[in-house]
């Protein structure tokens, strides 16, 4: 079925390091994909969106990576920093839908010190 | 500021007591939708407004109520709440031509 969801639970990463959030989807007619930061006791806030006619995005220290072959989009953070821990969620958009999003279940990174 | 806000922030209420979650934003978006968020099973959409008077049901509308009487309120009506709607609950907006949406801040309901 249609679906989106991320690969790992959780993830480690040592400070300063990069980290790369996976993200799967199902539905090749999803074109417009976003990932979204959600820190302790705050809501969901935007980080970065890529359309389906594009296969990279980069922004302020984040990039977005999307394989539409294999339905596949990642997040990459350039030299974690402790304020990076936080849940992320993967979104897709599906076409014809009416601005119906469907979120995946999140991933939450942890920096080590 | 560009905001949205929830009301009340915190609710701890009983079985089959009427409430109403109130969700406000002042950026004059026309998009504005519901989303509970349960532990491993991360957001889910109750209702959404593609603008005033127009309301749909999301992927979990049951036992949920809505109204867009006006642009800038979408409240989150709860007529029999049941320990099963226990969860935290976000009001998110948007432009008609942006997908991006704008969260709130959250509303964490425990129904006993």
């Known amino acids: 079925g249609e679906s989106v969801g991320l690969h790992l639970p959780t993830l480690s990463v040592q400070e300063g390091d990069n980290s790369i959030i996976n993200c799967a989807y199902s539905?090749?007619?999803?074109?417009?994909f976003i990932w979204y930061k959600q820190e302790s006791g705050k809501g969901p806030q935007f980080i970065i969106d890529i359309r389906s006619n594009m296969d990279k995005r980069q922004g302020q220290r984040v990039t977005v990576l999307l394989n539409k072959t294999v339905k596949h989009l990642s997040l990459q953070i350039a030299a974690t920093q402790p304020g990076d821990s936080a849940v992320y969620f993967c979104a897709e958009n599906e076409m014809n839908r009416d601005d119906k999003i469907i979120f995946g279940k999140g991933t939450r990174l942890h920096i080590l010190p | 500021e560009a905001q949205v806000t929830q009301n009340p922030r915190y609710l701890i209420t009983v079985t089959g007591k009427k409430l109403t979650v109130t969700c406000s934003q002042n950026?004059?978006?026309?998009?504005m939708s519901w989303y509970r968020q349960d532990p491993g099973l991360g957001l889910r959409q109750i209702y959404y407004s593609m603008n005033v008077e127009v309301t749909d049901k999301g992927d979990v509308p049951e036992g949920y109520k809505v109204s867009r009487k006006e642009k800038r309120n979408f409240p989150l009506i709860l007529e029999s709440p049941s320990p099963n709607q226990t969860s935290l609950y976000f009001c998110a907006t948007g432009t008609s031509d942006e997908e991006t949406q704008y969260f709130g801040p959250g509303t964490r309901l425990l129904v006993l």
């Open positions: 539905n090749s007619a999803s074109d417009y």
């Open positions: 950026m004059n978006h026309e998009y």
